[in-house]
């Protein structure tokens, strides 16, 4: 399997504030990655596919990168309905596998 | 408009199996490229993976749990059903159906429905 490491677990960040999280794959994934955001309560919201790409309605401030084993995520100015818990996902090989998961606060 | 929604016991007894139906509307699932797919969250846990089922009928499965997972589509009533045999405490968690896309540069799971918890307790 193949193992996705985020990092950090948690953060805590002012409104306004650029917000970044890391996703690490075990292997050489290429591009082949999403990150997904769940608010309390509720289902998964997917806001990036193909590791860069944002879902259509998503908001600019949103945007990822990387390839290979090395991700990233960013909110370029943190908002109040940001609030969430981000989870990266890989689905270069079956099993498709998530990563832990960065709960994100606001200060 | 796509839409998901699982349905199922709330609460299953150790040993038991659990049957969830994921009832879906705004796509077919004789569509190519399509699937749908179960994850599930124990509580305060991170997001797992557990079957996929493609328009073409082809089923994939999580190794760690495939020996007791099974996953069916009836296309004539948009439901897919999950079972999973010999239930325990640990798979206590919230049970998510979610619509697959899939083309030849990516896939992603675009559309989840709200999802239902299941405790498992005797």
């Known amino acids: 399997d193949i193992q996705m490491t985020q990092s950090p677990s948690s953060l805590s960040a002012s409104v306004g504030d650029r917000v970044t999280i890391t996703c690490q794959a075990s292997?050489?994934?290429?591009?082949?990655l999403n990150w997904y955001q769940q608010k309390p309560g509720k289902a998964p919201k997917l806001l990036i596919y193909?590791?860069?790409n944002l879902e259509t309605g998503v908001p600019s401030r949103f945007s990822g990168s990387g390839s290979g084993t090395d991700f990233t995520f960013t909110i370029s100015s943190l908002q109040p309905e940001d609030i969430a818990t981000y989870y990266c996902?890989?689905?270069?090989?079956?099993?498709?596998?998530f990563g832990g998961g960065t709960k994100v606060e606001i200060k | 408009q796509i839409t998901l929604k699982e349905s199922g016991p709330t609460l299953v007894k150790p040993t038991q199996t659990l049957t969830l139906t994921c009832t879906f509307s705004?796509?077919?699932?004789?569509?190519?490229?399509?699937?749908v797919g179960w994850i599930r969250q124990p509580p305060g846990k991170a997001l797992q993976w557990l079957a996929l089922i493609y328009w073409d009928d082809d089923k994939r499965y999580s190794p760690s749990l495939k020996s007791r997972l099974t996953i069916t589509k009836d296309t004539s009533k948009n439901q897919v059903v999950l079972t999973m045999t010999n239930m325990d405490p640990v798979d206590t968690a919230t049970y998510y159906c979610a619509h697959y896309y899939y083309d030849s540069s990516g896939s992603n799971f675009d559309y989840w429905g709200q999802g239902t918890l299941v405790t498992v307790s005797s």
């Open positions: 705004g796509f077919s699932l004789s569509t190519s490229g399509v699937g």
């Open positions: 996902q890989q689905f270069d090989n079956l099993p498709l596998t």
């Open positions: 193909d590791a860069s």
């Open positions: 292997q050489d994934i290429s591009n082949y």
